[in-house]
């Protein structure tokens, strides 16, 4: 029997439970396995069964709640007013019911509307009270939410004083939080590099973060906010929704880059066809549009339902999809022996570009959907970035299909896999695995580690082929005449790399330090640990406490370096690496370095006029100081340019010191 030829109540407590499951995986796990639109199909579905038989209505229904995105481990505060989520609509038809509901209920009012990016990201209410920062909220059940403040204070555009005396005593201003695609994209090559499973979409990876409960932990990864309403007010400062844009501006809050005031449903949906136009230039991933009536005597007269206001919508535009043939399914091997699934497809047009590969994420996901070789699959760009297979046409599917059997043994080495238990992912145990050498040893010369020019992919794979390079140890080995083995390489091009393998014997620590693919360990919790060590030896004998001593090393990535050195194969990396003449650098101002910075803490804000910033950046290192991307009562300097934001309020504010390029380059003379 299909599930929706069930009998009302069978089908009815199908769905709650269905979206009990799907709600818990978004708010509090933030893994969704479904799509938003899929999502609400099964809510409006359920909805409409409880009209259908409102003797079975709950008062727990998912179709009355707001969801939940409370976990263990946070203080819970309360709203003042309460924080409720949004009805959403697909369609323009949808949208101009929306409108008549409300013409009907105000029928000698002009309606005003307010039309706002929608995006997608983590929501949070923030209270300002006497213009101080004093706490900041998840949504929570809608009454109450997750104190994050700590968590958000690691925001370098979120200010802790709102700039200014115009502003209310106390006021809850709303928004979200959300990563740019730049920082999304770094922190998913940091995993890839780590043989670990890259994050789906910017907004699961914001609410996982926000959720962390090492502040430490969150500050390495640089999440941004956008604040766009307000809650409780007191006393009431507004008249129309579209005041408060203005005024957030004013008070030096990160704000909408976009927004419409529009007289009329023609001129909101006219409004919604440009903000499409306009969204893929946002810093932010959008995914629909809210709109809202202007004058705020009206949304009071609207009121609310039990989940969400009357007065406002969300328009979300579907996400593109496309169908194609899943050609094969190819298990790639990571650097730390991750097997990890991708579908090879018949190359199709997607959100403007051309797709012939998604991810398949992990074993489970495979059964899940059932996806298997042969299939006309529908693939989406999760969060408009990573192409991934959604579902299966099973109706398309051929009639010798089987389906697919997960290797249990490595593709490269035929290593029997393994999985450990509470890990969805298997890996391959050979540290020999060819595979596995590549990536370690392209990893490692790459530019972000140690910049060995010369030694790309395709030199690589042939050494390891060759049976010339095992470990990293054996590239300090090759002789001349081992790399006059390369194909195609004459004596100027064994010469160059031969030079430029010496030349890395006494690379900078934190290059060698992220070269060694230690968990979690990226390239700026590398140079935080080459400072506080300024030796190999010293960090790979640190112990947990000294290790969370370090400014941007939470406890997560202490106990992944932990792990890394406790491990014998590890310790006697190091040893070889030095036996071969590997004597990496000390940065200036680390333990047994000095430099005229040595010690001090800078952030960079706005065009400086000779220098970019990453030359600002290198300078401030060689001569023993640290970079980080947030001004706090640690930070000893803000050098700032033309055109400084919110960072140069935030150092007048906290009494920082700030200077100009000339001011810093007199600093770098000593």
């Given at each position: 029997m299909n599930e929706t030829d069930l009998p009302p109540a069978e089908r009815i407590a199908r769905l709650r439970e269905s979206l009990a499951r799907h709600d818990r995986l978004y708010h509090r796990e933030a893994r969704p396995e479904i799509s938003d639109q899929d999502y609400d199909r099964l809510k409006r579905e359920l909805a409409d069964l409880e009209a259908a038989h409102p003797e079975l209505a709950a008062a727990d229904s998912p179709t009355a709640a707001v969801g939940d995105d409370r976990i263990e481990g946070f203080v819970r505060r309360r709203h003042r007013l309460?924080?409720?989520?949004?009805?959403?609509?697909?369609?323009?038809?949808?949208?101009?019911?929306?409108?008549?509901?409300?013409?009907?209920?105000?029928?000698?009012?002009?309606?005003?509307?307010?039309?706002?990016?929608?995006?997608?990201?983590?929501?949070?209410?923030?209270?300002?009270?006497?213009?101080?920062?004093?706490?900041?909220?998840?949504?929570?059940?809608?009454?109450?939410?997750?104190?994050?403040?700590?968590?958000?204070?690691?925001?370098?555009?979120?200010?802790?004083?709102?700039?200014?005396?115009?502003?209310?005593?106390?006021?809850?201003?709303?928004?979200?939080?959300?990563?740019?695609?730049?920082?999304?994209?770094?922190?998913?090559?940091?995993?890839?590099?780590?043989?670990?499973?890259?994050?789906?979409?910017?907004?699961?990876?914001?609410?996982?973060?926000?959720?962390?409960?090492?502040?430490?932990?969150?500050?390495?990864?640089?999440?941004?906010?956008?604040?766009?309403?307000?809650?409780?007010?007191?006393?009431?400062?507004?008249?129309?929704?579209?005041?408060?844009?203005?005024?957030?501006?004013?008070?030096?809050?990160?704000?909408?880059?976009?927004?419409?005031?529009?007289?009329?449903?023609?001129?909101?949906?006219?409004?919604?066809?440009?903000?499409?136009?306009?969204?893929?230039?946002?810093?932010?991933?959008?995914?629909?549009?809210?709109?809202?009536?202007?004058?705020?005597?009206?949304?009071?007269e609207a009121g609310f339902t039990a989940k969400a206001p009357r007065w406002a919508i969300a328009y979300k535009f579907a996400a593109e999809r496309a169908e194609t043939l899943l050609r094969a399914i190819r298990i790639q091997v990571g650097r730390t022996g991750v097997l990890t699934p991708v579908a090879e497809l018949e190359p199709v047009l997607l959100a403007g570009s051309t797709v012939s590969r998604a991810t398949l994420h992990n074993e489970d996901e495979i059964r899940r959907k059932d996806v298997r070789e042969g299939d006309t699959v529908v693939v989406e760009k999760a969060g408009e970035i990573i192409p991934?297979?959604?579902?299966?046409?099973?109706?398309?599917?051929?009639?010798?299909?089987?389906?697919?059997?997960?290797?249990?043994?490595?593709?490269?080495?035929?290593?029997?896999?393994?999985?450990?238990?509470?890990?969805?992912?298997?890996?391959?145990?050979?540290?020999?695995?060819?595979?596995?050498?590549?990536?370690?040893?392209?990893?490692?010369?790459?530019?972000?580690?140690?910049?060995?020019?010369?030694?790309?992919?395709?030199?690589?794979?042939?050494?390891?082929?060759?049976?010339?390079?095992?470990?990293?140890?054996?590239?300090?080995?090759?002789?001349?005449?081992?790399?006059?083995?390369?194909?195609?390489?004459?004596?100027?091009?064994?010469?160059?790399?031969?030079?430029?393998?010496?030349?890395?014997r006494t690379a900078e620590l934190w290059r060698v330090i992220h070269g060694l693919g230690i968990p979690q360990v990226g390239a700026t919790a590398a140079k935080d640990l080459a400072r506080a060590f300024g030796d190999l030896n010293r960090l790979a004998e640190a112990d947990l406490e000294t290790l969370q001593r370090i400014d941007g090393i939470g406890e997560k990535t202490a106990h992944g370096i932990r792990a890394f050195f406790?491990?014998?194969?590890?310790?006697?990396?190091?040893?070889?690496?030095?036996?071969?003449?590997?004597?990496?650098?000390?940065?200036?101002?680390?333990?047994?370095?000095?430099?005229?910075?040595?010690?001090?803490?800078?952030?960079?804000?706005?065009?400086?006029?000779n220098l970019t910033r990453p030359q600002a950046t290198e300078k401030i290192e060689a001569a023993g100081g640290r970079v980080t991307g947030s001004v706090s009562k640690k930070t000893d300097y803000v050098v700032a340019g033309e055109e400084a934001g919110s960072k140069l309020a935030k150092a007048e504010r906290l009494g920082v010191p700030v200077l100009d390029e000339a001011a810093l380059l007199k600093l770098l003379a000593g």
């Open positions: 309460a924080m409720l989520s949004l009805d959403n609509t697909y369609s323009e038809a949808e949208l101009r019911a929306f409108d008549q509901r409300l013409r009907k209920l105000f029928p000698d009012s002009a309606l005003a509307y307010l039309v706002e990016p929608k995006i997608d990201g983590v929501a949070v209410s923030l209270t300002y009270e006497n213009g101080r920062l004093v706490h900041g909220l998840t949504r929570g059940n809608g009454v109450e939410g997750d104190d994050v403040t700590a968590n958000l204070r690691t925001i370098a555009d979120l200010p802790d004083r709102l700039r200014g005396a115009d502003h209310p005593r106390l006021i809850e201003i709303r928004g979200e939080v959300y990563f740019t695609l730049e920082e999304f994209q770094r922190i998913n090559a940091e995993r890839e590099e780590a043989g670990l499973e890259a994050y789906a979409n910017p907004r699961n990876l914001a609410a996982g973060t926000l959720k962390q409960l090492d502040a430490r932990e969150v500050a390495r990864r640089r999440l941004h906010i956008v604040l766009y309403g307000f809650g409780h007010c007191e006393p009431e400062v507004f008249q129309h929704q579209s005041e408060v844009h203005p005024r957030l501006r004013d008070w030096g809050l990160p704000g909408l880059e976009r927004h419409w005031r529009a007289d009329g449903i023609d001129a909101v949906w006219s409004a919604i066809g440009e903000l499409d136009a306009l969204r893929a230039g946002f810093a932010y991933a959008t995914d629909g549009a809210v709109v809202k009536l202007d004058a705020l005597s009206l949304q009071a991934a297979v959604v579902s299966v046409r099973h109706d398309l599917r051929p009639s010798d299909s089987r389906p697919f059997n997960f290797p249990k043994e490595c593709p490269e080495c035929e290593t029997p896999a393994v999985r450990l238990p509470g890990e969805v992912a298997w890996r391959c145990p050979n540290s020999a695995c060819p595979r596995q050498v590549r990536r370690r040893l392209q990893h490692f010369a790459s530019k972000a580690c140690l910049d060995i020019d010369g030694l790309g992919e395709a030199v690589v794979d042939q050494l390891v082929e060759k049976d010339l390079v095992r470990t990293l140890p054996d590239l300090y080995r090759l002789t001349r005449g081992d790399l006059l083995r390369i194909d195609h390489f004459a004596d100027k091009a064994a010469d160059n790399l031969k030079t430029a393998l010496d030349r890395s406790n491990e014998p194969a590890n310790r006697a990396l190091l040893d070889d690496l030095a036996s071969a003449g590997l004597r990496p650098s000390p940065p200036a101002g680390a333990a047994g370095g000095d430099g005229p910075l040595a010690g001090k803490t800078f952030v960079l804000t706005g065009t400086l006029p």
